[in-house]
């Protein structure tokens, strides 16, 4: 079975245990409608039930069953919050995961191979791909539909257009 990333555990709120959480799903209100999360610390993988979900600034505020304390809360720092596969929201047409996009190859409308996409940088506004070539220079693609015109998952190909000074 296979798992979504869906936060990092960046810290603590409050005396109680609280999980403070960098959401890392586009949508942070998905938390709201799970019963509970796996936290992955170091490769053990724990579930926890969940009991309350909130927000501050751009953080999930996570409060779970099993952590009523700060000091046992704190050493899930840095863990990774993960959701079984069947658990994941439904994707719309045209979407993909973000998982699915690495190693996927690039070309161009010209059918010119740019390279493999090797890691995809969050900037707030939107996605930036990072394109890799042998021992050319990476290539910053941003994601916007002027420059990403077709994503096929089953072909891990990606058609984009070279807009003026990407290169």
């Known amino acids: ?93 045209n979407e993909y995961y973000t998982r699915d996009l690495y190693d996927m190859e690039v070309y161009t409308t010209d059918n010119e191979f740019l390279g493999t996409i090797t890691d995809i940088l969050s900037t707030g506004a939107n996605d930036v791909y990072v394109v890799k070539k042998a021992e050319e220079k990476e290539l910053l693609l941003p994601a916007i539909k002027d420059v990403i015109l077709s994503v096929s998952v089953s072909e891990k190909k990606m058609i984009v257009n070279l807009l003026e000074g990407l290169r």
Do not use: C, W
């Open 1 to 93: 079975m296979g798992y979504f990333e869906i936060g990092k555990i960046a810290g603590t709120h409050g005396i109680k245990g609280t999980l403070r959480v960098f959401p890392t799903t586009q949508d942070p209100s998905r938390f709201e409608v799970l019963k509970e999360v796996i936290i992955d610390l170091n490769g053990n993988r724990e579930t926890f039930k969940i009991l309350k979900v909130s927000y501050q600034k751009n953080m999930v505020l996570l409060t779970v069953k099993e952590i009523d304390d700060i000091n046992v809360a704190e050493r899930y720092k840095n863990a990774t919050i993960l959701i079984p596969e069947e658990k994941a929201l439904p994707l719309g047409e």
